[in-house]
């Protein structure tokens, strides 16, 4: 039986695809998968589900699949609670409360904050004693500040480009995010063995990536 593996699609499974490769999995079906929503690998090892980030932590919980690969930012956002396994050290980015230049946070009255993190937001403003209205969104969470939906956002970003380009500034910064993968506790117990081969394939595959980037740093 191959390992189930429930890898969260669009920009997560394109990096993670470049370290599966490193670490020797041959990812030809993966990469040519077109619509196709469940590959096997040539090996017939690994069975990849392709799933929505949210829709992975719930195939975990129910022992749907043995392995997820998602962003730390759903699984806080999601109260997860599997085990955590590694941190693939990759879609980093930050969580950040930003809105327009002139806001003034110190104003008085109840803000409305617009966010796809309701969670992380409510945490967030309860660790700073406040009362916010928050409003979930599912995306371009960016609009919200610009179109009077909301007074700021609680959003991740990366390059900082599409805060700059809808002229929103950052007031805080809150966690960092990386991509992880956990194992179902019950699947760690049944198949202990494969699944540390595939965690520590991925460890060997995330040192090796480093010391490539190092060393083409030194050489510059
Ligand atoms: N700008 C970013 N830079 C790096 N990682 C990001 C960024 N945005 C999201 N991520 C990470 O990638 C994960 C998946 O994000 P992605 O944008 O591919 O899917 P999504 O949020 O469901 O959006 P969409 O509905 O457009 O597919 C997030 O949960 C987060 O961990
Ligand atoms: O700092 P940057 O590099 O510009 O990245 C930040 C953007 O990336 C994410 O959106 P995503 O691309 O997932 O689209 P979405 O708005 O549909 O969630 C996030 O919600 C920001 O909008």
């Known amino acids: 039986m191959p390992l189930k593996i429930a890898l969260t699609k669009g920009r997560i499974e394109k990096q993670v695809i470049g370290l599966l490769e490193c670490a020797g999995i041959d990812c030809t079906m993966l990469k040519n998968k077109q ?11 690994y069975c990849f589900i392709l799933a929505k980030g949210p829709d992975v932590t719930t195939y975990l919980n129910t022992g749907t699949v043995d392995i997820g690969i998602v962003g730390s930012d759903i699984l806080t956002e999601h109260n997860n609670e ?37 969670l992380i937001t409510q945490r967030y403003f309860e660790s700073l004693g406040q009362d916010v209205e928050i409003v979930k969104i599912e995306g371009s969470v960016e609009l919200a500040p610009l179109i009077g939906l909301a007074d700021a956002i609680v959003d991740i970003t990366e390059t900082g480009t599409t805060l700059r380009e809808n002229n929103l500034v950052i007031y805080d910064y809150l966690d960092q995010v990386s991509t992880r993968l956990v194992a179902n506790r019950m699947s760690l117990k049944q198949h202990t063995a494969a699944i540390f ?24």
């Open 35 to 45: 619509r196709k929503l469940i590959i096997n690998s040539a090996d017939g090892e």
């Open 82 to 118: 599997q085990c955590e396994l590694l941190d693939l050290q990759s879609g980093k980015c930050q969580f950040v409360l930003a809105s327009t230049a002139d806001f003034d946070f110190n104003r008085p009255g109840r803000k409305v904050i617009g966010t796809k993190y309701p």
């Open 197 to 220: 081969e595939f965690t520590d394939s991925l460890q060997q595959a995330i040192t090796t990536k480093k010391n490539v980037q190092k060393q083409m740093e030194e050489s510059k």
